[in-house]
């Protein structure tokens, strides 16, 4: 069994079926259940301390993500491209929405119109990947735009007005190191330098790292947004670790209850 032809319009560095006839690319495949999925599900069963929509949306869109990442590598097919690509844009659309409204008080919104414009924007995005989704390089922009603009809306909360305190200054730092580092060092020679960096007898490529690394700074940031809407709804929570490296919050019931 094979999914030729391959329809998406990328093919990663991974060497094709070397695994496995049914997997076109093994290694990126499982890599983006346990580096991203898993990262989404952990956050949607343990982290949603202020039961809103707005955080078990991003956590359950992380967790599509890798299903979707996993389904493009597994199969380099046209639609596994746009499950795992469009929700990357709907994500960060999500965490944008988060950013903006952190700081309202709950069930009340600061910008009222904010979501019918934020939804029409996905609408438009969604029409204009179809429309170019053999240009990967339009969703590569497309992508780092919207990513762009909420690194701005998320210094504005962490660094300049410090909400969150150390505790979100810690996960910042997190959420870079993993997001960032991952991305320079493993994503860019991935894609520019594949026939340098494709040197591992095991078949692995730097994409494996990147999935891992993404998955855990976006869900890290996910976490500093849910901190700082705790801090401003008055719900007092710790900083808690699932194997002693990866956070989650934890509700904590104050001393007059």
Request: hydrophobic share 45%.
């Amino acid at each position: 069994m094979s999914w030729l032809p391959h329809t998406s319009s990328i093919d990663f560095c991974e060497d094709n079926y070397k695994v496995t006839d049914a997997i076109v690319e093994f290694h990126n495949c499982w890599s983006s259940l346990i580096g991203i999925s898993c990262f989404g599900l952990l956050g949607f069963m343990k982290n949603d301390v202020t039961n809103e929509m707005r955080n078990k949306l991003a956590y359950l869109i992380l967790f599509f993500i890798g299903v979707g990442s996993a389904g493009l590598h597994g199969t380099l097919h046209w639609v596994f491209q746009s499950s795992d690509e469009l929700p990357m844009i709907y994500m960060v659309t999500v965490m944008n929405f988060m950013a903006i409204e952190a700081n309202s008080a709950r069930g009340v919104s600061k910008y009222p119109y904010l979501p019918t414009i934020l939804t029409i924007v996905m609408i438009a995005e969604t029409l204009i990947y179809y429309k170019f989704q053999q240009f990967y390089s339009v969703f590569i922009i497309t992508y780092t735009l919207f990513t762009l603009f909420h690194f701005y809306l998320m210094y504005n909360l962490v660094i300049r007005e410090k909400k969150g305190g150390s505790v979100s200054n810690k996960l910042w730092k997190y959420h870079h190191i993993a997001y960032t580092g991952s991305f320079l060092f493993c994503w860019l020679p991935d894609m520019l330098h594949c026939d340098v960096v494709n040197v591992l007898p095991t078949g692995f490529t730097l994409h494996v790292f990147w999935h891992i690394g993404a998955g855990f700074g976006a869900y890290c940031g996910v976490i500093i947004l849910e901190l700082i809407r705790c801090e401003a709804l008055g719900i007092p929570i710790e900083l808690s670790s699932l194997f002693g490296c990866i956070p989650y919050l934890r509700g904590v019931k104050s001393k007059s209850d």
